[in-house]
């Protein structure tokens, strides 16, 4: 039989649950006599829990609300998304920043050895939302598995998409931008610095261990947000085109949307592939980088870029 406190929590985390709860229901579901619930009533209300006996044929128990938040139980999948939300919430919003990290801290406190060291491996990665908006969804056992190579050190076999093969790579840093999950890795097969999307990469982990490098920039955000090679490919919309730049990838890299593809072509060009809900949509995106365009496609993105300029033309 449940011990009196952990018979408390449940019985806390059921009136929490409903508007009114009947006492015989209550003992139902707790498997315990109504004397007993009773008995456990006060023992929440002794715990200052705003408690109160609803009177009459229908009545029971609420729970009103109080001065000091409930425990909250969570399995560990809930505990890992709750840390990880708090690591990438808006920052921006509210001004929230310190109130996240001492939440996080609270959270981290109370998990178990095992989950707080996988919590761990991720928080221990420089963890920054740069761009705070919906993205596609993770694998969190992938996500954990990166974490961790990254927290021990240790190499990663990787299959990136439309390469062919597998690499090793020295996981350095895991970065949020555009609300997607980034990997600032060393790739020992080419011997160059390269940004990986996480949800696109099949990983592999090994025990070999790495030396930390010279990072490649003062600000990972930045060196993810300039590289014109990050594994993305376009979002999903409607209407899909491209145009070849006269502005170098990396320029292009930093403002372009998030799920659009930046192609370097030499130091001064680069072909830009974006979406939105519609041409003129595409055409406006396009405007907003103020360069000359050129192999624009497909026609339908030609023929809103035409519509456009005779349309700002009469202004």
């Keep these: 039989m449940a011990t009196t406190s952990q018979r408390a929590l449940r019985l806390l985390s059921l009136l929490g649950t409903r508007r009114q709860w009947p006492l015989r229901e209550l003992a139902d579901r707790l498997g315990v ?9 006060e023992t929440l209300r002794r715990l200052d829990y705003p408690i109160t006996t609803v009177h009459g044929p229908y009545g029971g128990y609420s729970l009103g609300a109080g001065h000091a938040l409930l425990p909250l139980q969570f399995d560990e999948d809930q505990a890992l998304a709750v840390a990880v939300a708090l690591q990438t919430a808006p920052s921006t919003v509210f001004g929230l920043g310190d109130d996240a990290a001492r939440a996080l801290a609270v959270l981290e406190q109370v998990m178990p050895a095992r989950l707080r060291a996988s919590m761990g491996s991720l928080r221990l990665t420089r963890l920054q939302n740069y761009w705070e908006f919906p993205g596609p ?10 974490g961790a190579a990254v927290r021990r050190r240790h190499v990663l076999v990787v299959e990136p998409p439309g390469v062919g093969g ?8 895991l970065v949020v931008w555009a609300a997607r999950w980034y990997l600032v890795a060393y790739d020992l097969t080419e011997g160059a610095w390269r940004v990986h999307r996480v949800d696109r990469l099949r990983v592999r982990p090994t025990t070999h261990g790495f030396a930390d490098r010279q990072l490649p920039a003062d600000s990972l955000a ?3 947000m300039s590289s014109h090679d990050r594994g ?7 209407c899909t ?9 990396a320029v292009v890299a930093r403002w372009a949307p998030g799920g659009s593809v930046i192609e370097h072509l030499d130091p001064g060009h ?3 592939t974006l979406g939105a809900w519609s041409w003129a949509g595409v055409a406006g995106l396009l405007a907003t980088f103020d360069a000359d365009l050129a192999e624009v496609r497909p026609p339908e993105l030609v023929d809103a870029c035409r519509r456009l300029a005779r349309r700002w033309g009469g202004i």
């Design 33 to 41: 006599s109504e004397r007993t619930v009773r008995r456990d009533i």
């Design 137 to 146: 969804p993770i694998d969190p056992d992938a996500l954990t598995a990166v």
């Design 222 to 224: 930045q060196f993810v």
């Design 232 to 238: 993305d490919t376009p979002a999903e919309w409607p």
């Design 241 to 249: 085109g491209s145009a070849r730049l006269d502005l170098p990838a």
């Design 270 to 272: 680069c072909r830009l």
């Design 166 to 173: 597998t690499r090793r790579i020295e996981p350095h840093h």
